[in-house]
T-cell receptor, first 110, second 123 residues
Framework: NAGVTQTPKFRVLKTGQSMTLLCAQDMNHEYMYWYRQDPGMGLRLIHYSVGEGTTAKGEVPDGYNVSRLKKQNFLLGLESAAPSQTSVYFC?????????FGPGTRLTVL | AQTVTQSQPEMSVQEAETVTLSCTYDTSENNYYLFWYKQPPSRQMILVIRQEAYKQQNATENRFSVNFQKAAKSFSLKISDSQLGDTAMYFCAFMKHELTATSNSNSGYALNFGKGTSLLVTP
């Protein structure tokens, strides 16, 4: 039982490049979330999903897209990366109100 | 939107001593959940303790306990017998008691985090 995993752990992009972050969970959780963490701040919600095939915007959704084609996977896409998207990205999943977090992805946009 | 305030950016405590981390929140909701998460240098977010607002009894998990004051909208974390492994960032978080999420809402089960308190446990 791996819990919540994230791929990749680190990535460096140039401005304008695109990439997809993958989150996978093996706990059969309905709810999944993407957060970003910036220095001196707590985590902020980007997008979330309440089930396979559904997504919704969080607090800071601009510049990101998501997809939940399979229940166990939640993908976060950056179509045209900007330096302001340099951050640590966390995925989480939950079956009710307790969220379980992945280890995070450190993304740097130059 | 709910706001969560952690007024202590940094704290330190000696090993075996007790320390209390403060958290206040602002909400008009009556039913909600409160959490403390720990983030050690490994960056992993670890749930420390949670409290349901409808419960009057304060939650306790081993050396960790909370002082939940609903009227004052205060939710402090007490760490007893501090250990070196308790060194970490501690985040207070708020969650509304929401059973459904609408397509254009940031409600649902989303956590609203404070900015964190950096705790250093010294020998």
């Amino acid at each position: 039982n791996a819990g919540v995993t994230q791929t990749p752990k680190f990535r460096v992009l140039k401005t304008g490049q695109s990439m997809t972050l993958l989150c996978a969970q093996d706990m059969n959780h309905e709810y999944m979330y993407w957060y970003r963490q910036d220095p001196g701040m707590g985590l902020r919600l980007i997008h979330y999903s309440v089930g396979e095939g559904t997504t919704a915007k969080g607090e800071v959704p601009d510049g990101y897209n998501v997809s939940r084609l399979k229940k166990q996977n939640f993908l976060l896409g950056l179509e045209s990366a900007a330096p302001s998207q340099t951050s640590v990205y966390f995925c989480a999943s939950s079956i009710w109100y307790t969220q379980y977090f992945g280890p995070g992805t450190r993304l740097t946009v130059l | 939107a709910q706001t969560v305030t952690q007024s202590q950016p940094e704290m330190s405590v000696q090993e075996a001593e007790t320390v209390t981390l403060s958290c206040t929140y602002d909400t008009s909701e009556n039913n909600y959940y409160l959490f403390w998460y720990k983030q050690p240098p490994s960056r992993q977010m670890i749930l420390v303790i949670r409290q349901e607002a409808y419960k009057q009894q304060n939650a306790t998990e081993n050396r960790f306990s909370v002082n939940f004051q609903k009227a004052a909208k205060s939710f402090s974390l007490k760490i007893s017998d501090s250990q070196l492994g308790d060194t970490a960032m501690y985040f207070c978080a708020f969650m509304k008691h929401e059973l459904t999420a609408t397509s254009n809402s940031n409600s649902g089960y989303a956590l609203n985090f404070g900015k964190g308190t950096s705790l250093l446990v010294t020998p």
